[in-house]
């Protein structure tokens, strides 16, 4: 069932200990693990408030959204359309796909080719693998999946309702930033945005490993199902602190689009997945994105971010996934002229 997970800690444990080259690319600090002061509870919004409240109680959660992603980049949404039978339901058939047999999986025809990913293909060292699989399925592969599965029906209601569910965040967002609420529709298109089912195997070396490597998201918004297990881990006020699961809400992060379009009003986070030594942890992602071609611009006379296509942000990340073994993100298309 899992993955070759072992075979691969072993050859870069190998590397590690025989590499005595010199020009090794340093790690980013918040690569090494560091002691987690605390579990928190992120932020909670009710947000039935923005569709069945009055208008007083619609412009404080709205107002409760905007001060969430400037102070945190991450927080919780409750009331939020998706009901717990279809979350249920999407983790059931999540558990079904990942306990097929690893060659079964890799091959799966499901999803389109190149669906299946574990690991860290780029890893060098330790530090940089993710000790985790997913399948990374496009919104039209779901929309056109016509076998008429339980896997692909389940998909498809969750896949639809968070789509609606990130719209809602994203307008309210753009609307208490200055922006254009109508850009989403207009530049957001299903080819670009997905689904990312996780599964997180138990990890026998945790504190050598991440499930998830430390990153920011290159999307506007990410909204994530997860189970109780626990694992997500942020930074807030330069520290790591580790995400305490709530059972009724659904976690919503910032990614690097947002942080440029608002010009760092709100806040792409660094966030990673610790691994456990006994229990297996499993999640679902949906992000949204633009076309490629769209252009991501800063709404200020001074800008912080020079404009960029999604096309370009994406080519960037790979190189330095690539060259580095880990992404840089937004500090590459810093404005330098302000």
């Not at 079964?104 to 574990?118: L, M």
Request: with cysteine; hydrophobic share 35%; net charge neutral.
């Amino acid at each position: 069932m899992d993955p070759p997970f072992n075979e691969i800690y072993k050859t870069l444990l190998y590397n590690q200990i025989t590499n005595t080259e010199r020009d090794v690319p340093e790690i980013p600090f918040s690569f090494s693990v560091t002691a987690v002061v605390e579990e928190v509870e992120l932020p909670v919004i009710d947000v039935s408030r923005l569709i069945h409240g009055a208008e007083k109680e619609r412009e404080k959660c709205k107002e409760e959204i905007a001060r969430a992603s400037r102070e945190w980049g991450f927080f919780q949404v409750i009331n939020h359309g998706i009901s717990m039978d279809v979350l249920e339901k999407m983790r059931q058939e999540q558990i079904r796909v990942f306990r097929e047999p690893f060659d079964k999986k890799s091959k799966s025809e499901k999803f389109s080719a190149g669906s299946y990913r574990w690991g860290t293909p780029s890893a060098t060292c330790l530090r940089q693998l993710s000790w985790s699989e997913a399948f990374h399925v496009p919104m039209t592969d779901i929309s056109n999946n016509k076998d008429f599965t339980t896997l692909s029906s389940t998909m498809e209601k969750f896949a639809s309702e968070a789509e609606a569910l990130a719209y809602m965040l994203a307008e309210v967002l753009a609307e208490k930033s200055g922006q254009k609420s109508s850009f989403f529709k207009e530049n957001c298109v299903r080819n670009t945005c997905y689904l990312r089912m996780n599964r997180y195997p138990p990890c026998p070396k945790p504190s050598e490993v991440y499930g998830l490597m430390p990153h920011t998201d290159s999307d506007f918004l990410t909204i994530l199902y997860q189970d109780q297990v626990g694992g997500l881990q942020l930074i807030k006020d330069d520290r790591w602190i580790a995400v305490k699961p709530n059972p009724r809400a659904l976690i919503i992060n910032i990614g690097d689009l947002f942080q440029a379009w608002s010009n760092g009003m709100y806040k792409s986070v660094e966030h990673r997945v610790m691994t456990n030594p006994t229990v297996e942890r499993f999640s679902t992602a949906y992000f949204l994105c633009p076309s490629y071609d769209a252009v991501i611009e800063c709404s200020s006379d001074c800008p912080a971010y020079r404009n960029f296509s999604f096309r370009e942000f994406r080519q960037q990340v790979q190189e330095d996934v690539k060259k580095l073994g880990f992404k840089v993100g937004l500090p590459r298309f810093l404005n330098h002229l302000y």
